[in-house]
T-cell receptor
Framework: ETGVTQTPRHLVMGMTNKKSLKCEQH?????MYWYKQSAKKPLELMFV???????ENNSVPSRFSPECPNSSHLFLHLHTLQPEDSALYLC???????????FGEGSRLTVL | AQSVTQLGSHVSVSEGALVLLRCNYS??????LFWYVQYPNQGLQLLLK??????LVKGINGFEAEFKKSETSFHLTKPSAHMSDAAEYFC?????????????FGTGTRLTIIP
């Protein structure tokens, strides 16, 4: 596989569930990102990891918990979400925190 | 701080007609400017970018954009629209001395192509 791969592509969960989104990049990049895409809103940067260290956390609620075990993998752990958290969650990578972003196809999350 | 405004959340053009998608920015330092495209059920893909140098930037799929500092604009154009151009387009601005953690996106413009 090449590029940035996200799983699952679709996820439906209740507010009391715990689930995780997974992102894997095969580009040899050192920086990885989670973005939230909601209708009619700008893309929101949630977390940035550079060389497996978190470098940016834009005041994201604690019910979202990122994990970056190595430079190729990024997870977003979800627990006790709210319906307003329903959105498309996009993972991206770049060579370092500069340079072109390469996006995955996203994970469409619906919280009931 | 920086921000970006995309005028028109929806734009429709006929196949073969000119495509013009508008983007205005504000930035306290010289900006880096980007256009990304998102096809249905896909992630975003870089179309083109301006960092320094020539103000007319050519990208993929026949698109180009011109950086106009006096107008704080970075409008995206394509001379002749094709059905495959139907997608959502995002303008983004970054401060020139920061990385992607300072990249700010616009709200997007959905482009529809009329056969």
């Amino acid at each position: 596989e090449t590029g940035v791969t996200q799983t699952p592509r679709h996820l439906v969960m209740g507010m009391t569930n715990k689930k995780s989104l997974k992102c894997e990049q095969h580009l040899g990049h050192n920086a990885m990102y989670w973005y939230k895409q909601s209708a009619k809103k700008p893309l929101e940067l949630m977390f940035v990891y550079s060389l497996e260290e978190r470098v940016e956390n834009n005041s994201v609620p604690s019910r979202f918990s990122p994990e970056c075990p190595n430079s190729s993998h990024l997870f977003l752990h979800l627990h006790t979400l709210q319906p307003e958290d329903s959105a498309l969650y996009l993972c991206a990578s770049s060579p370092l925190t500069g340079g072109e972003l390469f996006f995955g196809e996203g994970s469409r999350l619906t919280v009931l | 701080a920086q921000s970006v405004t995309q005028l028109g959340s929806h734009v429709s053009v006929s196949e073969g007609a000119l495509v013009l998608l508008r983007c205005n920015y504000s930035s306290s330092v010289p900006p880096y400017l980007f256009w990304y495209v998102q096809y249905p059920n896909q992630g975003l893909q870089l179309l083109l970018k301006y960092t320094t140098g020539a103000t007319l930037v050519k990208g993929i799929n026949g698109f180009e954009a011109e950086f106009k500092k006096s107008e704080t604009s970075f409008h995206l154009t394509k001379p002749s629209a094709h059905m495959s151009d139907a997608a959502e387009y995002f303008c983004a601005v970054s401060l020139s001395n920061f990385g992607n953690e300072k990249l700010t996106f616009g709200t997007g413009t959905r482009l529809t192509i009329i056969p």
